[in-house]
């Protein structure tokens, strides 16, 4: 049902629902932004005459083309900042948050898009380096980050939205989740013994959903003044993929060439994200709409909310152990 969902929306034209109205004078920082999704979001927020787009990657001289490439396709210079920011490395995230959080006046959109696609075992910060990239860390920068948004909703009368980018493959990896629920779900997720490479993407995304899911439970709009939505930009033509294995490569290239979008198109949903209001707080957003109706009853239910509470439990416990107040602390 997922996949044929997904093949579905695939071929549907989506709309641009971000505009100058929306964006105008704004500030966004979109990580993962020197290629693909995170590139083409970046590009139509500056298009669309906000004020400061910070691109937040691990490459910098491959941001600084970004920036280049951004401001002779859209006219528009002294926009774009390049920062950098390295989702494998918990010191890393840390500097950038502190450095938004100090340097920038106000924040009206954080698209967390960084990611990355790996199917050969390495680590990073003592985890499996997909999930410390696609779930620790995604989450610890959201953290950290939610004081800043907070105070510049009251500063400027605003919603700031934080955007988490998923993806629907997650709903396919049930049978990953189920082979290391009963114990911690870390520890599994950290033993390559059981580990299926080929399905860790799809593994982290649905873990990372779970997450953000009850990040956004605790953290309700009207406390926070905080929008934080997930994204499920769909197949599209981007770079993820780039670190796998031949094979891996050969057979996602042969997929996206039937039916992937481009990024740009990609790229709306995102943009769809950042202005889709307060209704969409903890929702899952797809092809520029709420889609909670695509959310497997197993992850909504009972056994779901169970699951999403463990999770997210464990990862307090290790982010708290990283930096202390961090969660406990949130505005």
């Given at each position: 049902?997922?996949m044929?969902?997904?093949?579905?929306?695939?071929y549907?034209?989506?709309p641009?629902?971000?505009?100058?109205?929306t964006?105008?004078g704004?500030?966004?920082?979109v990580?993962?932004?020197?290629?693909?999704?995170?590139?083409?979001t970046a590009?139509?927020?500056?298009e669309y005459?906000?004020?400061?787009?910070?691109?937040?990657?691990?490459?910098l001289?491959?941001?600084e083309?970004?920036?280049?490439?951004?401001?002779k396709?859209?006219g528009?210079?002294g926009?774009?900042?390049?920062?950098h920011?390295?989702?494998?490395?918990?010191?890393?995230?840390?500097?950038?948050?502190k450095?938004?959080s100090?340097?920038?006046?106000?924040i009206?959109g954080?698209?967390a898009?960084?990611?990355?696609?790996?199917?050969?075992w390495?680590?990073a910060?003592?985890?499996?380096?997909s999930v410390t990239?696609?779930v620790?860390?995604?989450?610890?920068?959201?953290?950290l980050?939610?004081?800043k948004?907070?105070e510049?909703?009251?500063k400027f009368?605003i919603?700031?939205t934080l955007?988490?980018i998923v993806s629907?493959?997650?709903?396919?990896?049930?049978s990953e989740?189920?082979?290391?629920?009963?114990?911690?779900?870390?520890?599994g997720?950290n033993?390559?013994?059981r580990?299926?490479?080929?399905q860790r993407y799809a593994?982290?995304?649905l873990v990372?959903?779970?997450?953000?899911r009850q990040?956004?439970?605790?953290?309700?709009?009207k406390?926070?003044?905080?929008?934080?939505?997930?994204?499920?930009?769909?197949l599209?033509s981007?770079?993820l993929?780039?670190?796998?294995?031949t094979f891996t490569?050969?057979?996602?290239?042969?997929?996206?060439?039937?039916?992937?979008?481009t990024?740009?198109v990609?790229?709306?949903t995102i943009?769809?994200?950042?202005?889709?209001?307060?209704e969409s707080h903890?929702?899952?957003l797809?092809g520029?709409k709420i889609?909670?109706?695509w959310?497997?009853?197993?992850?909504?239910?009972?056994e779901g909310?169970?699951?999403q509470?463990?999770?997210?439990?464990e990862?307090?416990a290790?982010?708290?152990?990283?930096?202390?107040?961090c969660?406990?602390?949130l505005?």
């Amino acid at each position: 049902m997922v996949m044929l969902r997904l093949t579905a929306e695939q071929y549907r034209k989506l709309p641009i629902l971000a505009n100058e109205s929306t964006c105008s004078g704004k500030t966004y920082i979109v990580t993962g932004s020197n290629s693909g999704l995170g590139l083409e979001t970046a590009r139509h927020l500056v298009e669309y005459s906000a004020s400061c787009v910070v691109l937040a990657v691990r490459n910098l001289a491959a941001g600084e083309y970004a920036k280049k490439d951004i401001e002779k396709s859209t006219g528009r210079n002294g926009v774009v900042e390049v920062w950098h920011l390295d989702m494998a490395s918990y010191a890393s995230v840390r500097t950038f948050a502190k450095k938004a959080s100090t340097e920038l006046d106000r924040i009206d959109g954080l698209v967390a898009n960084a990611g990355v696609m790996l199917d050969t075992w390495s680590t990073a910060e003592g985890m499996e380096t997909s999930v410390t990239a696609n779930v620790t860390n995604t989450l610890f920068l959201g953290a950290l980050m939610m004081p800043k948004l907070s105070e510049s909703g009251r500063k400027f009368g605003i919603q700031p939205t934080l955007v988490f980018i998923v993806s629907v493959l997650g709903y396919t990896a049930k049978s990953e989740i189920d082979k290391i629920r009963g114990g911690s779900i870390f520890d599994g997720l950290n033993d390559q013994k059981r580990a299926n490479m080929d399905q860790r993407y799809a593994l982290t995304k649905l873990v990372e959903e779970c997450a953000v899911r009850q990040f956004a439970a605790l953290c309700p709009v009207k406390r926070t003044g905080v929008i934080v939505n997930m994204v499920a930009p769909g197949l599209c033509s981007t770079g993820l993929g780039r670190d796998a294995r031949t094979f891996t490569k050969i057979m996602h290239e042969m997929i996206r060439a039937m039916m992937a979008r481009t990024a740009e198109v990609g790229s709306r949903t995102i943009l769809h994200g950042l202005v889709a209001g307060e209704e969409s707080h903890g929702k899952l957003l797809s092809g520029c709409k709420i889609k909670e109706y695509w959310v497997p009853d197993w992850v909504s239910n009972a056994e779901g909310q169970r699951l999403q509470k463990d999770i997210w439990k464990e990862l307090v416990a290790r982010l708290e152990e990283v930096q202390p107040g961090c969660i406990s602390q949130l505005p």
